[in-house]
């Protein structure tokens, strides 16, 4: 049984960081795929980043891009998403998921419930 859980989201004032956190249980871990995506109400899922094992992270929406970073512990099976210069636009709800490949969320068949983040 595969589960993906995240927190550390939460509401912050523009300029200011977050770290989010994807605990990873019932997966190989260490040799997945795992990505970050949102979602804003009326709208898709979108990606953010991902990572490979072995190799960097790979930015998929420039928005983002030198703002936000990707990271695992292999050790405690757990993804980070390190947000940082956060402004209103970055309010969403935001998901890990792992198993998939490239941008779109319907190729990625475990995905985490979701934390809200709320930027004023």
């Known amino acids: 049984h595969v589960q993906l859980v995240e927190s550390g989201g939460g509401a912050v004032q523009g300029g200011g960081s977050l770290r989010l956190s994807c605990k990873v249980s019932?997966?190989?871990?260490?040799?997945?795929?795992m990505a970050w995506f949102r979602q804003v109400p009326g709208r898709q899922r979108e990606a953010l980043l991902s990572t490979f094992p072995g190799g960097p992270y790979t930015t998929y929406d420039a928005r983002v891009r030198g703002r936000f970073a990707i990271s695992k512990d292999n050790d405690k099976n757990t993804l980070y998403l390190q947000m940082n210069s956060l402004n209103a636009e970055d309010t969403a709800v935001y998901y890990c998921t792992a198993g998939g490949i490239g941008l779109d969320s319907r190729g990625y068949p475990y995905w985490g419930q979701g934390t809200q983040v709320t930027v004023s």
């Open positions: 019932g997966y190989t871990y260490s040799t997945a795929c």
